[in-house]
């Protein structure tokens, strides 16, 4: 009976011994947690967390902390580099054009020219005086872009017995290349084109004004959008008027919206006839001028 009651004893008191030890782990890593929240919410506290005591728990349960060298260093990012816009190349054509004007007669006298051309403008003509190479003084009283029209205007002028002539200029045609981002490419040549057209649009204006008896009303209303589609042709120019053909190009749109200015400004007191002399006059000079273009940019 001995024997067994102090085995029993002895069992007990070593699970008890047991029991002890346990706690009193417990109670020493709770005091160590503690210790570490406490440390941790100061700056001293992070210093000594990272620098001794995460490095011991590390190798209480088995694992190691990198050293700084170990950690692996991410390369920093590269921007992304955007492709640059295509160049592009885009060929614009100045076609060759022909002009018939009609001539009313040659002067050596300018004098003579001068009240010629005074005389045909009283009747609704351009009375245009031109000085060719040879010196001599021709005044035009229209222009027409095909000989066919020139022709049927003759006989009626004929028959009205004044006497006249054809005079033709015949501009060449070039080609030229533009480069740049396509959209620019683009908007050099409608710009381009915008301002070609110029002697044809006045041209037509000057045969409906005739044959469709219009007004000066409608005359003012045409050239205020003429002048508003060059200026927005001449945008296209900004920066570019230092480079051919683009400087030449703007230059002759900046004449004809001067021309358009002057026009405007004496509408006002101009009569039917007297709107239709002063349209063919600038008609006629638009024409000439653009023939100056065409050599210029060659």
């Known amino acids: 009976m001995s024997r067994t009651y102090e085995t029993r004893y002895a069992e007990r008191h070593r699970k008890a011994g047991k029991g002890y030890s346990g706690a009193s782990v417990i109670f020493i890593l709770l005091c160590c947690a503690l210790t570490v929240f406490l440390l941790s919410t100061s700056y001293l506290g992070d210093k000594l967390v990272d620098q001794y005591i995460t490095p011991t728990f590390a190798k209480i349960m088995g694992k190691t902390t990198p050293e700084p060298s170990q950690l692996p260093v991410m390369a920093p990012s590269q921007p992304v580099q955007a492709e640059p816009p295509a160049v592009e190349k885009?060929?614009?054509?100045?076609?060759?054009?022909?002009?018939?004007?009609?001539?009313?007669?040659?002067?050596?006298?300018?004098?003579?020219?001068?009240?010629?051309?005074?005389?045909?403008?009283?009747?609704?003509?351009?009375?245009?005086?031109?000085?060719?190479?040879?010196?001599?003084?021709?005044?035009?009283?229209?222009?027409?872009?095909?000989?066919?029209?020139?022709?049927?205007?003759?006989?009626?002028?004929?028959?009205?017995?004044?006497?006249?002539?054809?005079?033709?200029?015949?501009?060449?045609?070039?080609?030229?290349?533009?480069?740049?981002?396509?959209?620019?490419?683009?908007?050099?040549?409608?710009?381009?084109?915008?301002?070609?057209?110029?002697?044809?649009?006045?041209?037509?204006?000057?045969?409906?004004?005739?044959?469709?008896?219009?007004t000066p009303a409608q005359a003012i209303q045409f050239m205020n959008e003429l002048s508003v589609s060059l200026s927005s042709a001449r945008q296209c120019f900004e920066g570019l008027k230092d480079t051919a053909p683009m400087g030449q190009m703007d230059e002759y749109a900046g004449w004809i919206m001067d021309s358009i200015s002057t026009f405007l400004a004496k509408s006002d007191t101009m009569n039917k006839i007297e709107c239709g002399a002063a349209i063919k006059h600038f008609q006629i000079e638009s024409i000439l001028k653009y023939n100056i273009l065409i050599k210029d940019i060659e």
């Open 90 to 214: 885009i060929v614009f054509e100045l076609p060759e054009t022909s002009w018939y004007l009609l001539q009313m007669g040659a002067y050596a006298d300018p004098e003579e020219a001068h009240a010629q051309a005074l005389s045909i403008q009283s009747m609704g003509a351009g009375g245009y005086i031109y000085e060719d190479e040879q010196g001599f003084n021709r005044v035009f009283a229209a222009a027409y872009g095909d000989q066919e029209s020139l022709l049927q205007v003759q006989q009626q002028v004929r028959s009205s017995g004044y006497e006249n002539t054809a005079y033709s200029i015949h501009p060449d045609g070039i080609q030229v290349t533009l480069s740049g981002q396509s959209a620019d490419a683009q908007k050099l040549r409608s710009a381009m084109e915008t301002i070609q057209r110029v002697p044809t649009e006045l041209t037509d204006f000057a045969l409906k004004y005739d044959e469709k008896d219009l």
